[in-house]
T-cell receptor, first 114, second 115 residues
Framework: ETGVTQTPRHLVMGMTNKKSLKCEQH?????MYWYKQSAKKPLELMFV???????ENNSVPSRFSPECPNSSHLFLHLHTLQPEDSALYLC?????????????FGQGTRLTVV | AQSVTQLGSHVSVSEGALVLLRCNYS??????LFWYVQYPNQGLQLLLK??????LVKGINGFEAEFKKSETSFHLTKPSAHMSDAAEYFC?????????????FGKGTTLSVSS
């Protein structure tokens, strides 16, 4: 496989459930990101990991918990979510510290909270 | 802080017509700018990027963009629209701070193409 792969592609969960989103990149990058894309809102940068260390948390509620066990994998653990958390969650990777480099995106996980 | 503003949330053109999607940026340092495209239920795909050098940048699928520092703009154009160009387009600027680099996106512009 190449590029950035996200699983699952679709997820429906109840407000009391616990689930995890997975992202894997095969590009040799050392930075990974979670973005949230809601209807009629801009892409929101949620978390930034550089060299497996969380370097940015943009005021994301604690019901979202990221994990980066190595430079190729990124998880987003979800618990006690709210209906307004329904969105497309996008993972991306890039080379950290290089502003002229683009980010590569996965296809996203469409999350619906019921 | 760096940011981008996309003018017009929805643009409609006829097949074969010129496509123009507008993006203005704000940056206290020389910006690195990007255009991405997103098809329904897909991730974002890079169309083109401006880093340094030539201000007219050519990308995939016949798109190009011109960096104009005096106008703080990076508008995306395509001479002749095709039905397959219908998608959402995002302008982005690269941000660097003590936390590292990340892309900051505009709100997006939905392009509709009619036959």
């Amino acid at each position: 496989e190449t590029g950035v792969t996200q699983t699952p592609r679709h997820l429906v969960m109840g407000m009391t459930n616990k689930k995890s989103l997975k992202c894997e990149q095969h590009l040799g990058h050392n930075a990974m990101y979670w973005y949230k894309q809601s209807a009629k809102k801009p892409l929101e940068l949620m978390f930034v990991y550089s060299l497996e260390e969380r370097v940015e948390n943009n005021s994301v509620p604690s019901r979202f918990s990221p994990e980066c066990p190595n430079s190729s994998h990124l998880f987003l653990h979800l618990h006690t979510l709210q209906p307004e958390d329904s969105a497309l969650y996008l993972c991306a990777s890039s080379q950290s510290g290089r502003m002229n480099t683009e980010a590569f995106f996965g296809q996203g996980t469409r999350l619906t909270v019921v | 802080a760096q940011s981008v503003t996309q003018l017009g949330s929805h643009v409609s053109v006829s097949e074969g017509a010129l496509v123009l999607l507008r993006c203005n940026y704000s940056s206290s340092v020389p910006p690195y700018l990007f255009w991405y495209v997103q098809y329904p239920n897909q991730g974002l795909q890079l169309l083109l990027k401006y880093t340094t050098g030539a201000t007219l940048v050519k990308g995939i699928n016949g798109f190009e963009a011109e960096f104009k520092k005096s106008e703080t703009s990076f508008h995306l154009t395509k001479p002749s629209a095709h039905m397959s160009d219908a998608a959402e387009y995002f302008c982005a600027v690269s941000r660097y701070n003590q936390a590292g680099t990340a892309l900051i996106f505009g709100k997006g512009t939905t392009l509709s193409v009619s036959s």
